[in-house]
């Protein structure tokens, strides 16, 4: 068996809320080590064209109310649906997760992160939100955003972005099993399975 | 609780194989009613957008290995990805899936139309393959094609795709349990626990 699962994720997918919440638990429950590593599925989606949610309102709809009924499922906390839809515009909020990889402190930031949009429905890619969530977390706004927008960091974004393209990856979450891929939060269980036994 | 639920799909839609072989079992199992609904996804496709697949390969190939996995688990057979997608140009397959419903042998029709894809390899909507579908399950396949281009059969495969629109469905297979509406074979579990529990 492998003894870790790759989790790629963009901070700003919607079903992504679920499986930050999710799966630290249920890997560590199968002695799975889970790695964290935000890349841009925007630049993905661009470039194969993959829209799905965008002028479609009836699948939007139902997207909010399918997190809502599985939030509830796995007692995972759910307020409404964000007014804040798509966010992180710059995607600075995910080149500090990926500075928070690199650091290790990448699991406590995408999910104070995400608390603050579907909880507190804030956009935490706007500084003063991104802020307030650094501080809570005890790391220093300036520094952080400072280094999220250096080349170390945006380098490692885009390479990550490059390894996530590679493995044929198109939607966050995708949890990988060295090349075996696994789209979607439903899907965690049975990439956990697959881990565990190949 | 209620003791049905609306299984709406498309003849033609992939991940709907599954369920084909799924959900009658599964339904059995707990005292739930399936209603077997053919409706036409691509016309909602087409009204809302909605281009999951096409010029999208990474995603395409994705399915294909995703379903293969499901399958496994389902003990359901599988082959390899059909070259025959999308099929049923003319949604002849799906008109007569609608008589079929009309008339009580939905089920086993439509199980037989997707063996012959999955399994066989071949396009049931064309007529040659859809004659032998009718033939193998005692239906008189000229009798049969001639009434689903009639009129009645025609009005019927409209209302139903009324009916899903009208639901907010935008995709096959959808479950509905009254308006509570649930996407995707992945979904039939939860779908069949709400039926029992509200």
């Not at 249920?26 to 993959?50: C, D, G, K």
Request: net charge neutral; proline share 5%; with cysteine.
């Amino acid at each position: 068996m492998r003894n870790h699962l790759d989790f790629f994720y963009f901070l700003g997918s919607t079903y992504t809320y679920l499986a930050v919440n999710r799966a630290e638990d249920i890997a560590a429950r199968h002695n799975v080590i889970l790695r964290w590593r935000p890349f841009s599925v925007r630049t993905l989606m661009r470039e194969q064209n993959n829209i799905p949610f965008a002028n479609k309102p009836a699948k939007l709809k139902y997207m909010w109310r399918d997190i809502e009924r599985r939030a509830l499922r796995h007692g995972v906390p759910f307020k409404a649906a964000s007014s804040h839809y798509p966010i992180d515009a710059d995607e600075l909020a995910n080149r500090v997760a990926t500075l928070a990889a690199m650091e290790g402190w990448c699991p406590v930031f995408t999910q104070a992160a995400y608390a603050t949009w579907f909880l507190e429905n804030k956009d935490p890619g706007e500084i003063e939100n991104l802020s307030a969530i650094l501080l809570r977390i005890g790391q220093d706004p300036a520094a952080v955003i400072a280094r999220a927008n250096g080349d170390a960091v945006r380098g490692k974004y885009v390479s990550e972005t490059g390894e996530a393209r590679k493995l044929g990856i198109f939607g966050s979450p995708t949890f990988a099993c060295g090349t075996e891929i696994f789209w979607g939060d439903d899907r965690l269980e049975e990439a956990i399975e697959w881990c565990t036994s190949h």
